[in-house]
């Protein structure tokens, strides 16, 4: 019934509670404490004996309702799961993944507004306090596996794109999917899925961009090469914007790569690229291959040419 009463309650203008009742069909007394019910959840409200109720700020929380709201996508986010805190976005969607004959569609976000046990890329902790983007979304991609760098490249172009539109700030990639700030990194991506031979199961692709969170919060260990929106812009920003924004583009890019039309994602990849063009180390395992990072193949491997020559594809490793 919040849901509801957040429909009739405009900002700056009051409606009564009597009208609320008669609206939803309800008690004055009930619209009462649903009306508490918001402001425990930080909307301002205000309420005068003759006027009635008047919303006077929604809070910047990353609640269903504040993103669905003017969401213009049609399937990404038509769902959303909304934790305070949970452990991991990528955790809960794949369990809910596994889900899809019970209802759970493609496009079903998770989002938290804080991680206790946030995950980064090759089993390392992703810091996730308070005033980050944390979520992760559900897809069932009727592609071939191969097509899962694809995924992660597709989602880092998407990043940029919301960060320079919401911010105008200019941001790189760093091979395969960090997005970078003045060299530091201020999103990561970490895409699992499920798959058989020649097809795959689900998809879960985690973001988390660091927004509203101080410089002083990061850990030692991460802090110099750790940046958040709010530190370059100098003041916070809504993240509910940034989240519709960026549930909006990964539809649009998303489509894409399920008609298979990758080139218009591969070149935007490029032109943001931080790695391209540069003599590098990656650390691909077993191994280290050091050599000139030349280009990204339609597959969306990376392809470094060493000393001798000699090109080789790396499709997953980490740039050291
Ligand atoms: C990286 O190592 O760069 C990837 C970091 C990915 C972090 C995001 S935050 C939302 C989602 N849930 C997680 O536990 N991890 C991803």
């Known amino acids: 019934m919040t849901n509801d009463i957040l429909k009739y309650l405009r900002e700056k203008e009051y409606i009564s509670g009597e009208v609320l ?6 008690s004055r007394v009930a619209v009462w404490k649903q009306i508490q019910k ?15 109720y008047c919303l006077l700020s929604r809070p910047d929380l990353l609640l269903p309702q504040e993103i669905q709201r003017g969401l213009s996508t ?10 305070p805190k949970l452990k991991s976005t990528n955790i809960i969607a794949k369990e809910k993944a596994l889900h899809r004959a019970e209802g759970i569609n493609e496009g079903t976000v ?11 890329r090759l089993g390392r902790k992703w810091f996730s306090p308070e005033g980050g983007i944390w979520l992760s979304i559900i897809l069932y991609p009727r592609l071939s596996p191969s097509y899962i760098s694809r995924i992660t490249l597709m989602t880092a172009v998407v990043v940029v794109k919301v960060i320079e539109k919401c911010t105008q700030i200019k941001t790189q990639i760093k091979w395969p999917n960090d997005i970078l700030i003045n060299n530091k990194k201020v999103c990561g991506i970490l895409t699992e899925m499920s798959a058989e031979l020649d097809i795959i199961n689900w998809v879960v692709v985690g973001i988390g961009v660091n927004v509203n969170i101080k410089r002083q919060e990061f850990p ?8 958040s929106l709010k530190e370059v812009l100098g ?3 809504s993240r509910v914007k940034l989240v519709q924004i960026f549930l909006q583009e990964f539809e649009k890019y ?20 931080h790695t391209l063009g ?14 000139e990072a030349i280009d990204i193949s339609e597959e969306g491997a990376l392809i470094l040419k060493k000393k001798d020559g000699e090109l080789i594809e790396i499709i997953s490793g980490t740039i050291i």
């Open 21 to 26: 009742a008669q609206k939803l069909g309800v």
């Open 38 to 52: 918001l402001k425990n959840m930080g909307y301002r409200i205000t309420s005068d004996q003759n006027l009635g």
């Open 74 to 83: 049609n399937y990404i986010g038509k769902e959303i799961f909304y934790f």
């Open 110 to 120: 998770i989002i938290a507004e804080r991680q206790s046990a946030g995950k980064g």
């Open 220 to 227: 030692k260990d991460i802090r110099e090469r750790t940046t």
């Open 235 to 237: 003041k916070e920003i």
């Open 254 to 273: 998303y489509g894409l790569l399920k008609k298979k039309e990758s080139f218009t994602i591969l070149n935007e990849w490029k032109l943001r690229s």
């Open 278 to 291: 540069k003599k590098i180390k990656v650390n691909i395992g077993e191994k280290i291959v050091t050599g």
